[in-house]
């Protein structure tokens, strides 16, 4: 797979085929984060059908995660010394091959292990994407494509459960819990089409070495951080994984300090830290990403465990959230331009409002939920999450350059990761362990602590609303 160098799109249009190959990215993003809420819905059939032990039911959920966030990193620089092309299709025939592997799984081993290779592939994937997108863009396109990605990539992982309810349901020819990733097959196809044909990005003019002492601690700390924060998810708090996270964290420091130290192109420029915008803004994708994969966590599990919905009623119930942040993604490109940061601002605090006044609902109603009265709080707070998902990562990057930007292509996918553990392992640690129903009125009223705390820091984002 050849790579052809592309010169830069001018600041009147996009580089010639920029639009084909934006929707190959996007269907590998649709991919990539649909696979990391499907299985939740699918877990139960799948420990039923594999006899999985409830280890297990956790790696095939972690696995793929782990090794996603692992990868990120070493695969931005990978792809800034091969080809951000080269690296994108081999990535995606890799994934899809893996998401084969997951399907035709005979057992829970073999089932993880196929997960992991996905999740490294999807990785690999991932750490090129914007790279590729702020390439092949004007700036001023820029609000407009990012909004396109995240709502893409918003509407996946909402429409994970979703799906996978439908599939499973279904059961297409008997495939049961197996179509959930065979569906892969022909969207992988059709982005790797897309790619191929359209998809014309070069090697970077200096793309420099890959950095093996950086990229062994970064993987070694992640992965240590990550695992241990899954197991804080499984089991609470225990002496031996708190003594894992201390290490991971002090792995992590030595990593920013060689990365601060090293004389050959580091993995993380720490420079990018001085930008103000990028500072905040991974503050704020950090806490944001960990937020709303915690929020659907709950809902998944309250209207499973607690309420009593099926898979199928349960992804109905969270359809209304899916469309109304579509309708948020939409409108969030007017609504920055317009009143820039306030508009963030205000999207994620109308959603930390919905979300206090749900936990009010299941505790006035005991637990009791009536669709017929949820369905439209549910619409309009999706809107919420949509002006503010969608937007963020344009405004923390506005004031990067080029080149700034494509050493944020590995890290700001890493830094998404680690707000989705963190998210995951210390909301429902202290929340929602024991599955209650007191338990998810306090998981969901600590989301909504978090999202009008997030409203008030976005503030601080710089702003470029018109007069």
């Known amino acids: 797979m050849t790579d052809v160098r592309a010169s830069a799109p001018t600041e009147t249009g996009a580089r ?34 594999l006899r999985a032990s409830s280890s297990a039911q956790l790696l095939v959920v972690t696995g793929y995660s782990l090794a996603f966030a692992c990868t990120l990193l070493p695969a931005a620089r990978l792809g800034a010394m091969f080809g951000r092309r080269t690296l994108f299709l081999w990535s995606m025939v890799a994934f899809t091959a893996a998401s084969v592997w997951c399907g035709m799984s ?29 390439a092949s863009f004007p700036r001023a396109k820029h609000p407009l494509v990012f909004a396109v990605y995240g709502g893409t990539a918003g509407f996946a992982g909402m429409l994970g459960p979703i799906l996978g309810g439908a599939l499973i349901t279904a059961n297409i020819a008997g495939t049961g819990w197996h179509a959930i990733f065979l569906i892969n097959v022909p969207l992988g196809a059709l982005a790797f089409v897309l790619a191929w044909r359209w998809l014309h990005l070069g090697r970077a003019a200096e793309p420099g070495r890959l950095d093996l002492t950086g990229a062994a601690l970064s993987t070694v700390s992640l992965f240590a951080l990550l695992s241990a924060l899954a197991d ?41 830290f001085d930008d103000r915008g990028f500072a905040i803004g991974s503050i704020l994708v950090t806490t944001f990403f960990g937020v709303f994969t915690a929020f659907v966590f709950a809902i998944s599990i309250t209207l499973q465990d607690i309420v009593g919905f099926s898979p199928l009623r349960t992804g109905i119930a969270m359809t209304p959230f899916a469309l109304g942040a579509g309708v948020g993604a939409v409108l969030s490109p007017w609504l920055v331009a317009r009143w820039g940061a306030r508009a963030l601002a205000v999207g994620i605090a ?19 939920v009536d669709l017929r009265i949820a369905l439209f709080p549910i619409f309009v707070s999706g ?85």
């Open 383 to 467: 809107i919420g999450v949509g002006v503010f998902g969608v937007q963020l990562q344009p405004m923390m990057l506005a004031g990067l350059s080029q080149q700034r930007m494509d050493d944020a292509s590995g890290l700001l996918p890493t830094i998404e990761q680690v707000g989705n553990g963190l998210g995951l392992a210390l909301l429902s640690a202290v929340f929602f362990r024991a599955h209650t129903l007191g338990g998810a009125i306090g998981m969901f009223a600590a989301v909504a602590v978090l999202a009008l705390a997030m409203g008030a820091l976005t503030l601080a984002l710089p702003s470029n609303e018109r007069s």
């Open 16 to 49: 010639h085929g920029a639009w084909p190959a934006f929707a190959g990215c996007l269907i590998a993003v649709f991919m990539q984060m649909i696979d990391v809420t499907i299985v939740n819905t699918a877990l139960p059939s799948i420990t039923a059908d």
């Open 350 to 368: 109308w959603f930390g409002c919905c979300v206090a006044i749900g936990a009010g609902y299941l505790w006035f109603t005991d637990g009791t």
């Open 232 to 272: 804080v998810q499984e089991h609470g708090w225990r002496l031996g994984t708190a003594a894992v996270i201390v290490a991971a964290l002090a792995l992590g420091a030595g990593f920013l300090v060689q990365q601060y130290r090293s004389s050959q192109a580091p993995l993380v420029r720490l420079t990018l």
């Open 106 to 134: 005979e057992s829970a081993t073999e089932l993880i292990a196929a997960r992991v290779a996905q999740g490294i592939a999807g990785g690999g994937m991932a750490a090129q994407t914007i790279a590729i997108l702020t």
